[in-house]
């Protein structure tokens, strides 16, 4: 078998018209909102000059994702997808509008930028499970290793070119220019959506209730591997995410013009790692590969705490972002090639929570931690040990999740589905 067998990308769910639609906009659109992922912190951190103040930025984006992904995942498994992920999509363009505007005046208004970071949490919140949920439903099952390694591939373009050019918009122009160009990006993304073919919820589609709600949540509470692809991502971005103190940590390594880098580096890590990854086709201990790549994540962030130099810093971010790539992609199959397509969306909505809550959390941890005597530095490799530590915690506490083989997660799926066919037609 060759080496580029052995490495490289399997490509084959671009042959399908309405997946390279979703794959083209998204990429374009998260450019985009990549480069405001970025703006919006460091116009706190300049307008009050407190890491706390930038942390809370994760606790107005909480607040409402703790809802509106229940209500979203619901609503994912009653409507066209389609149409839901298209209207968020031109709501989060009419936000940054917004956020535009208010760059523009002479003195921006530090609440707005909160108020906005919450809307479009609000947003993302009823938009992500419909996405989430709709993809599988683009390719066959088979492909599902494949589209989460392509999906990451564009998200990682994003996330590596998006932080990139919005260091150097930051520096070099008026940040009304700056999210003037993530305007311009969701055109693209409208324009794709629009594009695609309806996708519509299965048969005798549950209605939003609290009670189809209910029903989501007591199935992944029965699914030991769904509980721990949650459990572990809560614990490694809880303790391990430091982004909220960059802009802390560029000026202690070089100043504004290389914040973008900081963003960067993980996805370029996380790059290299999605572009050989067709190895992950082949291996189906899936729980255990992402314990594994959480403990290197936190180790990363070690990494990135004791590190004075720049270079060593990026080197330790962009081994993070590898090892977080590993264990998405695993989490991803697991959660596509498991779940039954009337349960999609609902539990969409809870997997969103899972992978938001933590960073988010981790945000305001690591912005008052960095207010201690540990100082910025300090939060940051302290953080990264406690991620260690909480994953071999976790090991040990859930051994059906560290022996868990996809093979019979595909099975159990398609059982699933079938029956559910069975007792409504």
Known sequence: ??????????????????????????????????????????????????????????????????????????????????????????????????????????????????????????????????????????????????????????????????????????????????????????????????????????????????????????????????LGTYLVDINAMFFGMPQALFPFLAMQLGGPKILGLLYAAPAAGAMVATLTSSWTGRVHRHGLLVLIAAAFWGLGIVGVGVSNTLWLTLFCLAFAGAADMISGIFRSVIWSQTIPDHLRGRLAGIEMLSYTTGPLLGQLRSGLMARTRLGVTGSIWLGGALCIAGTLTLAAALPRFFHYNGKDGLTQKKAADEAYLAANT
């Open 1 to 226: 078998m060759s080496k580029r067998k052995h490495f490289g990308m399997d490509l084959s769910p671009l042959r399908s018209r309405d997946f390279r639609l979703v794959f083209s906009g998204g990429t374009i659109s998260g450019f985009g909102s990549f480069i405001t992922y970025v703006t919006i912190p460091y116009q706190v951190a300049k307008l009050t000059d407190d890491p706390l103040m930038v942390g809370l930025l994760g606790v107005c984006e909480l607040v409402p994702l703790l809802v509106m992904s229940f209500v979203g995942g619901a609503l994912a498994d009653y409507v066209d997808r389609r149409l839901l992920v298209r209207g968020g999509e031109f709501a989060l363009a009419a936000l940054t509008g917004v956020l535009l505007i208010n760059a523009l005046s002479d003195e921006p208004h530090l609440w707005l930028l909160y108020v906005i970071a919450a809307l479009a949490a609000t947003v993302d919140g009823l938009q992500r499970p419909a996405l989430e949920a709709m993809i599988p439903r683009l390719v066959e099952p088979e492909q599902l290793p494949a589209v989460m390694a392509i999906n990451s591939l564009g998200f990682q373009i994003a996330q590596l070119g998006g932080p990139a050019l919005a260091g150097l918009l930051i520096s070099a122009v008026d940040l009304a220019w700056v999210y003037a160009f993530d305007l311009l990006t969701f055109a693209v993304s409208l324009t794709c959506l629009t594009l695609v073919r309806a996708v519509p919820p299965p048969p005798s589609a549950d209605r939003p209730s609290l009670k189809s709600v209910v029903t989501g949540v007591r199935y992944a509470k029965s699914r030991p591997e769904l």
